[in-house]
């Protein structure tokens, strides 16, 4: 069994920058316990020798000639901004004044 | 009108042989799709329509019809794209509540492909949020129905795509299938799912749910019909890393019903008695019983780790996942928090009301999995038994030319079966994840009905060789006639109850 705490879920929720109510934390903890369960399967394969794979198929990195081309219109890329000043991105202070 | 509208439900080189005959044209045939969507509102198909760029599109194509030039086989004929591929302009929900409103500013790879062949999308399809699920119920949008029993799921994720094939609104439609989420649905609904090869279809511009995964790939009622289709989206993309090199080979035209002397393997775990409804290996074995009659040859293959596939791929997948889904944080596109006290907040809040249940468990398991102290234990393990799993398809292609197996344990499940319980929806799955882990083209094809419902069979085939499936599937089809049935009209249209 693989033993979850609602702590650890909130310590997860965290790094995913998540905020989940006691509702779901104590749901997700349950959900996670559960798979973890079924996954914890894999477990009794030895695996010591064999390679992992990420890709089903090794390609080279592809490369391509350093050569510039007209980005996207400052606009368009804008267009679907929660908030904008000028040509950026707003987002709320992240350092306080002489911070 | 009424030509054009007994033609949608037709196959494509029907509807090429009437607009190039000039029996329809392509702005009746648009007209007609359209006029489906509206009588069969009811399966929640579609989330998004183009009925004005449509129908300007469709006139383009029939002045280059009319200069007898189409532009391709797929010149003036409608389509619909799951809502997770962007076309400039238009919404892609990917039926989650954090992308509402937003507008793309640019076109996938695949939409580039399908206007420069005349193709005319006319609505983008409902999905499981993010394309994770396999009901088509974790929508923003509601859950689509299956034309064959409203009452049930359509699949999922690419659910609407199946739907809106399966009942005429469409002859051709794209989704995505990371493991599964093109055949299952194509099987729930008695329509052709084809997923290609790992790499063969460009996915720049597809919302990525699990990259090592993922892949673009068509419904339609004929196999030769996704043959087509991937002749039109396939070959390499500069702008996906991933898009193989390979040029796509001629498919279509080398259908021509031969499959004498072909070895297919059957993989007896996937034959097991206890893994699948009793009805849905029937049909599956009438089915091998077909193709023996037309000289290919069985023989019982062994894929060993296929009891570790379920749990492979949702490490895999989700920790993919939750790296991928990291980019929606309410900074630069999609829903943001209303008065954040400071950025972190602003992360967070956005990003939890935003996502929907399955994609927070989802983003929870795979950021655990990758998390410090688990990443080996949980990540890489999951990655190593994908070697293994890998090995098993090499093995087994050293016996055979393609596998066959059934889409899925059982038939279109009722809406709300699952929705309770996670890991059983996960479960359907079970026949489908294999391919994604190890990259092979795999094809869904319509082998009949249990009580009513629809059974697909399975096709894998080896990387890049989907020539092979192909001409198997489409064979299949000449002897039989499950791709003809139609699933019943709208309520209350002639000849419902």
Redesign the interface.
Known sequence: MSRIEPS??AR??T??????SQD?IA??TR??E???D??A???R?D?QD????????E?P??L?PDRAVPP?DPE??L?????REGTA?L????LEEGG | MAKADSLLAGDLSDLRGALDRRDCSAVELVQASLDAMDARADLAAIVFRRDEAALTEAEAADERIASGKPASPLDGLPVVLKDNIVQAGEPATCASRILEGYVSPFDSGVVERLQRAGAIVVGRANLDEFAMGSSTENSIHGPSRNPWDPERACGGSSGGSAAAVAAGLVPLAFGSDTGGSIRQPASFCGVVGFKPTYGRVSRWGLVAYASSLDQIGPFARRVADCALALEAVGGHDDRDSTSLPEVVPPLRSRLDGDVSGLVVGLPKEYFAPEGAQPGVLARVREAIGVLEGEGVRFVEISLPHTAYTIATYYIIATAEASSNLARFDGVRYGRRAEHPKDLLDLYERSRSEGFGAEVKRRILLGTYVLSAGYYDAYYVKAQKVRTLIRRDFEAAFGECDAILTPTTPETAFALGAKAGDPLSMYLSDVYTVSANLAGLPALSVPCGFVDGMPVGLQLLGKPLDEATILRIGDAFERRTDHHRQSPPGPPGSPGTD
């Open positions: 650890d879920v997860v929720a790094l995913a920058r998540l905020a989940l779901e749901a997700m959900d996670l559960q798979m973890l079924y996954v399967a894999l477990d394969l695996t064999v390679e992992p794979t990420a890709h089903s198929f390609l990195t592809p391509r996207l368009i890329a267009g679907n901004a929660p908030e991105f987002v709320p202070k992240v």
